[in-house]
């Protein structure tokens, strides 16, 4: 199995992709059009690069696609709901009349929320060999090993190419009940009419590592038939506009500029892993949203605390990322290098018990403007966070220190282009060779709600008024990074070490 373009992983993809397409469950969001007559309605091909969100029970039906004509969809791609199925990958398929019902569920399962997977659905049902009808491929490799593999009769309409029906992003049209939306990141959406392309069509091996898959520009090399598209997703103020050239637009709802996004294949961002926290007991009292950017605790009973990881880690180099918070109840920020699992305390996190944390932390009722230094807590140290300030996170493993800046100032007269002098810095970092440090978040108070809006700049979940890249170009921030810090994702991994 080949691997995808994970937290950690950086190639140079060559052909860059510039913009992916936010889907917060949330919001119900989707994109509509409505097909045409078809090129050839027995032959097809969809192929689209997506990053998985919040993985919370009520999003675990993730549709990406799905097909109808204002009734039960006929076709859909989709992350299955059933137990035994759960975050499998399905492929579901019937002719209009519903005599003629094929699936395809994956064995494997795609649950890793810090990685892109591409996806490849050919379906050519006039092969005389039915496994050939339906082909799944995930990040460049055809699957062969499934749960539920029941295949398409010959010459059996593709629901997902007959004209007048709906096609659907994001979203399941249950006898007019919009449903089971999608959560995460959509990139590089093309469908082809009349033609049953391969994965390598789409995507090809890196060359310097051939076990990554990146994905490659396919537009002029493509016939994408009368129902055909494309949606690269670059115009913010029109997400759902095909530039294919056919000319086949989807209407967008509850989509907004602020979901056009720079995480994508080529370039992955860090965001919150909704999979690497530690709750109090075996209950979970928060949930992450907007595409794994916002961290909010339900506040629900007592002993309540819990502590948020993310999905990138850095070793060396230095790098810039920042935060929001919407209220003064609680506020736990900074980072770890211990497994969450094993070392966070007893009440659930990690600022306030054991060694491996540095940050800050600030609420009402206790002490603000506490620093966090390897799990020691000191208090009074600046003036504290009010609700709506945006915190600026500078960690330099080149020299050991962390700061954090508040609404453009940092504490402490902190000046994170010191360098080895760490003037003003809010402590030192160990760096001891092959640690990594991981962004953690964290809820402190116990029986109070709080929201924490991170922004890794991949895709912002609060309102950037300024927007500040870094030295690279990368990232969208409020504040500009300091000199020689950059934006947590894979290209300046790849450059500037993790």
Known sequence: MPLILGAQSAVDAGYTVENSCRFNDNDEPRMVRTSGTSTNVDKFTLSFWFKLGNKDVDAATLVWFSEGAGLDPQSSVSLNPETAKLDCLTFYGRDPAGANIWELTSNRKFRDVGAWYHVVWAYDSTESVDTNRVKMFVNGTQETSFQTATYPGLNVDGEFNRGGTNTIIGAFDANGTWMNWADGYMAEAAFIDGTAYAASDFGEFDSDSPTMWKPKDFVDDLTFGDNGYYLDFKDSADLGKDVSGEGNDFTTTNLAAADQATDVPTNNFCTINPLAWKPVGTSIYSIVSEGNGIYTSSGAGTGNNSSVGC?????????????????????????????????????????????????????TGGTNGEKVVDGTQTAGVFAGIAANDIMSFAYDLDNGYFYVGVNGTYVTSGDPTSGASGTGALGALSTTAGRLYYPLIGNGNYGASSVLQMNFGGCPTFTIASGNADADGYGNFEYAPPSGYFALCTKNLGEYGG
């Not at 003064?328 to 211990?338: I, K």
């Open 311 to 363: 999905t990138m880690g850095f070793g060396s180099g230095k790098w810039y990322w920042e935060a929001k918070t919407t209220n003064t109840v609680t506020c736990w920020l900074g980072v770890t290098y211990v497994n969450l699992g094993g070392n966070a305390d007893s009440n659930g996190y990690m600022f306030g018990g054991g060694n491996g944390a540095y940050g800050i932390s600030t609420y």
